[in-house]
Nanobody
Framework: QVQLVESGGGSVQAGGSLRLSCAASGYTQYNPCMGWFRQAPGKEREGVATLITHFGATFYADSIKGRFTISQDNAKNTLYLQMNSLKPEDTAVYYC?????????????????WGQGTQVTVSS
């Protein structure tokens, strides 16, 4: 089992920045694929960025490349998502996820463990 707890969401104006954190605990060493997903009202959950915890390799969705950065602090067992140049279309609930199937995957069903989500709202 893996437990994930997100924090850092909030409201910001377009062009602003936020940093999300995801504290992981449990059998994280057996679930080396970690990532951030988001879900806007009426839309499907979509992948934003993923990372291979053992090697640090990162993968990004085209929609956020150059604006968002995924990173980890192994000592704190924490995953981060730095979000810059935020746009109103980035408004969504952001979820942290962990799994072991395919670390480059942006498909939600490939991840076994999920946090409770944190709301990000970007106003124009």
């Amino acid at each position: 089992q893996v437990q994930l707890v997100e924090s850092g969401g909030g409201s910001v104006q377009a062009g602003g920045s936020l940093r999300l954190s995801c504290a992981a605990s449990g059998y994280t060493q057996y679930n080396p694929c970690m990532g951030w997903f988001r879900q806007a009202p009426g839309k499907e959950r979509e992948g934003v960025a993923t990372l291979i915890t053992h090697f640090g390799a990162t993968f990004y969705a085209d929609s956020i490349k150059g604006r968002f950065t995924i990173s980890q602090d192994n000592a704190k067992n924490t995953l981060y998502l730095q979000m810059n140049s935020l746009k109103p279309e980035d408004t969504a609930v952001y979820y942290c996820a962990a799994g072991r199937k395919s670390c480059s995957s942006m498909t939600a069903s490939d991840y076994n463990y999920w946090g409770q989500g944190t709301q990000v709202t970007v106003s124009s």
